[in-house]
């Protein structure tokens, strides 16, 4: 076997980035799955908290895609649709009556905060904190809600 010195150190340079790559790609966002609000270990003011909630957060550019179901403290069906992308960009959210854009910060991998406006104004904040352990992602929210009440909640997810 003949060996071409150019094609082992282009070969060789080749496995280089591959090595490099492999640890950006093993770490994958420990949000990213499906969530189960426990309302147990959630408390919201004011109140209630919502009797279920199921979040779905998926990889996209520079963030995630959110999906909400659920049935609120009342009773009534809750939806809740926006991408979370931590560009400094304001993005719409579809669903929520408090708030019609967000914007979000990562602190750290296993935090993050969320700028939440309405019209414009900046109206809550949220921030998402996961365990250690990849298993509860608590989500505390501050700020307004629709009808200019404050808004303290510390909602607790399983991941599923």
Known sequence: MRVVPGRVAASFAGLIVVALALPAMAQTDPAIGTWKLNAAKSRYSPGPVPKTNVLTITAVDNGFKVSGQGTGGDGKPTSINYTLT????????TGSPDYDSTSGKRINANTTEQTRKKEGKMVQTARRDI????????ITTRGKDKDGHTVNNVAVYEKQ
């Open 86 to 93: 931590f560009d400094g960009t304001d993005k719409a959210v």
């Open 131 to 138: 365990s250690a352990d990849g298993k509860t992602m608590t």
